[in-house]
T-cell receptor, first 110, second 115 residues
């Protein structure tokens, strides 16, 4: 099956810092989503971005499908940004089944 | 708008006992439904998915089963729990192809501890 690798596995930031999270995938994809898992376990949808660039407030994401990677940018980080960020992809199988990376654990310190 | 519910939120069960976790979706019809499990400190693993009532596909062999008795209801079950069944169970839904976007949306999860 498709392989999804996220880096770095852990990231510690000072409040106000910027950061970039990376997601590499081993095959073409129909769907790519970024999620934030909060301390209570809830998975929050950040971006649906199989290609191109999107921005939502302090977060933005870029997917370069031809090179099989996606980047999530966090600017001016806040303590509420702490949690685990997951990249998930769906290969072109028409089944809408997502394969998840192992996640990047982000800790933002005040 | 659509919402997804899961219950119970937390559950502690002894080894060998049965299990039933429920997931319901409101505000949409004919969704695709999914069950995932997340072990502590790990990513999500897809367990089952369903494209319609009574239609269940299993992704991994295991001690669990799933059923879809109604269009917007998805149930995860086990006859006899194992210690290895402990984890965080998440239900998710998407629109059917051609009926909306392709994003997958997750419920709040059930944290299961088998003792």
């Amino acid at each position: 099956g498709i392989q999804v690798e996220q880096s770095p596995p852990d990231l510690i930031l000072q409040e106000g810092a910027n950061s970039t999270l990376r997601c590499n995938f081993s095959d073409s994809v129909n769907n790519l989503q970024w999620f934030h898992q909060n301390p209570w376990g809830q998975l929050i949808n950040l971006f649906y971005i199989p290609s191109g660039t999107k921005q939502n407030g302090r977060l933005s994401a870029t997917t370069v499908a031809t090179e099989r990677y996606s980047l999530l940018y966090i600017s001016s980080s806040q303590t509420t940004d702490s949690g685990v960020y997951f990249c998930a992809v769906e290969p072109p199988s028409n089944d809408y089944k997502l394969s998840f990376g192992a996640g990047t654990t982000v800790t933002v310190r005040a | 708008s659509q919402t997804i519910h899961q219950w119970p939120a937390t559950l502690v069960q002894p080894v060998g006992s049965p299990l039933s976790l429920e997931c319901t979706v409101e505000g949409t019809s004919n969704p695709n439904l999914y069950w995932y499990r997340q072990a502590a400190g790990r990513g999500l693993q897809l367990l089952f998915y369903s494209v319609g009532i009574g239609q269940i596909s299993s992704e991994v062999p295991q001690n669990l089963s799933a059923s879809r008795p109604q269009d917007r209801q998805f149930i995860l079950s086990s006859k006899k729990l194992l210690l290895s069944d402990s984890g965080f169970y998440l239900c998710a839904w998407t629109h059917l192809p051609g009926q909306g976007g392709y994003e997958q949306y997750f419920g709040p999860g059930t944290r299961l501890t088998v003792t």
